[in-house]
């Protein structure tokens, strides 16, 4: 839960004297400087090598930046290591794409505080064009009003263009909220939401304390020099901008990453939206293939082999290459007839030894993979044939071949009611129901002794039932006269 604090205006005696204010409305009295670098992903599920990677920086420029720290006042620090640190962006890749948004500066904190200060000074460009559009901006920029965070911070998810990217929010601080605002809150919900990932906070001497209350909002750091400064804000810059890449291991029976070619969905496991598909490959070297990806959620993976599989709770190292692991050894099923086809279609269903729930369907003359393991199999022609206890092994094709079928001709006097039944042993098993309107039909069935049950529509008595047996060979089309 957020605690609402405020941040105090330490200010030399010059410039207090020049303002006429002393103090800040807020309940803590320490100084900070953050900056808080927001990873967000696009709403593409996409994940392309050239996607651009787009940083937005929030700069505050609210009255307390004249106060004092190290080397000059707050303000002064701040457009210096802000002006080193675009130079340095300027030998980042060419799909690099920055912008600058300020707070704090438009409005005077006397007679009214204005807590909708914020505006969008610079729009996203390329590095090249935009670094000096920016500098020569924040050469201009003096500090007048209050800190809108929580607001700015919501107002610059809409600065990013629509198209998929990585985009990052950089936002540079000397204090808190000031608005009643409430930055963990609107950091929450655009983490939810997809629109950020959680942010790091750079603090300038504000010790453990301050970490513990800016906790919810991001990662914190404690600055205490501008040398510090500067080698964590490195260290940011690079996890930040750095990407994130993932490699998926699907482990055969022999616990080693040679499954592949299955389609692959990560979601964020707060909102279970998907963020990335991808169809799993081996590289030309024998290896997974590296995946770039946004870090910061928490994802699950779902791998659509058949049953699927998946994995929970993954955590992604930032800037690092990550290893995700699954079992997902797999075998193949090939399901063919003999002789000529004679289906226009046929099907099997699929399913998990002792299971009633069909897993799949699966066409004939087909090859499926399945995950190792004991399967039922339902054929579904006429009449149905059964294959139980079902052994699927590793990197093995087991083939189910069944007869070829024979054709039947059904020849009828007229309309009427009438099913076809198979010869048991001792007893009869319906196979299907005759098409009560047509006076000619073909039914494809498996070879075997048969009989047809027919009474026409126009004689209303039982014992009007005409019975005829007969046998299907494969390849062979029979004829059959229910009269």
């Given amino acids: 839960m957020f605690v609402p604090f405020c941040k105090a205006a330490i200010l030399s005696d010059a410039t207090s004297d020049k303002i006429g204010i002393r103090q800040c409305r807020g309940c803590f009295l320490r100084i900070s400087f953050f900056m808080m670098v927001l990873l967000s992903v696009s709403s593409s599920s996409s994940a392309q090598s050239t996607e651009p990677t787009r940083i937005l920086f929030i700069f505050d420029a609210s009255f307390s930046m004249y106060g004092e720290w190290q080397s000059g006042t707050k303000i002064e620090v701040a457009k210096k290591l802000f002006a080193e640190f675009l130079d340095t962006l300027k030998s980042n890749n060419p799909n690099l794409e920055i912008a600058l948004r300020c707070f704090g500066h438009q409005t005077p904190l006397r007679p009214n505080i204005d807590c909708k200060d914020t505006k969008l000074e610079v729009p996203f460009g390329s590095v090249q064009k935009n670094v000096p559009l920016i500098k020569k901006r924040m050469e201009t920029i003096l500090p007048t009003g209050t800190t809108p965070i929580a607001y700015s911070l919501g107002e610059a998810a809409n600065d990013f263009p629509t198209a998929y990217g990585r985009n990052i929010i950089v936002l540079i601080t000397d204090g808190v909220e000031e608005c009643d605002g409430d930055p963990c809150a609107i950091s929450l919900k655009l983490q939810e939401k997809g629109v950020i990932l959680k942010p790091f906070v750079l603090g300038i001497g504000l010790g453990t304390m301050f970490a513990d209350l800016m906790g919810c909002v991001g990662k914190f750091y404690d600055i205490t020099s501008e040398a510090s400064f500067k080698g964590i804000l490195n260290m940011v810059v690079s996890e930040a901008i750095n990407r994130t890449t993932i490699q998926v291991n699907l482990l055969d029976i022999n ?166 039944y198979l010869e048991d042993g001792k007893k009869i098993v319906w196979v299907c129901n005759m098409k009560d309107l047509q006076t000619q039909e073909n039914i494809v069935l498996q070879p075997g002794n048969y009989r047809a049950e027919f009474r026409s529509k126009i004689l209303k008595k039982s014992d009007n039932t005409i019975e005829r047996r007969f046998k299907i060979e494969s390849g062979i089309s029979t004829t059959v006269k229910l009269y």
């Fill in 255 to 420: 616990k080693k990453p040679t499954e592949t070619d299955v389609d692959m969905t990560f979601y964020d496991e707060s909102t279970g939206e998907i963020r990335y598909n991808f169809l799993h490959t081996i590289n030309n070297r024998g290896n997974p293939d590296t995946l770039s990806v946004n870090p910061g959620a928490r994802y699950k993976l779902v791998v659509h082999t058949i049953p699927p599989v998946e994995k929970t709770g993954i955590v992604l190292k930032e800037g690092q290459h990550n290893v995700i692991v699954l079992d997902a050894p797999q075998g193949s099923l090939a399901l063919k007839t003999e002789g000529t086809n004679t289906y226009k279609s046929l099907q099997a269903l699929i399913r998990r030894k002792g299971e009633k729930t069909s897993l799949h369907v699966q066409d004939f003359s087909r090859v499926e993979n399945y995950l190792v393991g004991k399967y039922d199999i339902e054929i579904l022609c006429l009449p149905r044939i059964i294959k139980s206890d079902l052994d699927i092994s590793q990197s093995k094709t087991t083939t189910i071949t069944i007869p070829q079928a024979g054709i039947l001709t059904l020849m009828k006097p007229g309309e009427g009611a009438g099913s076809v």
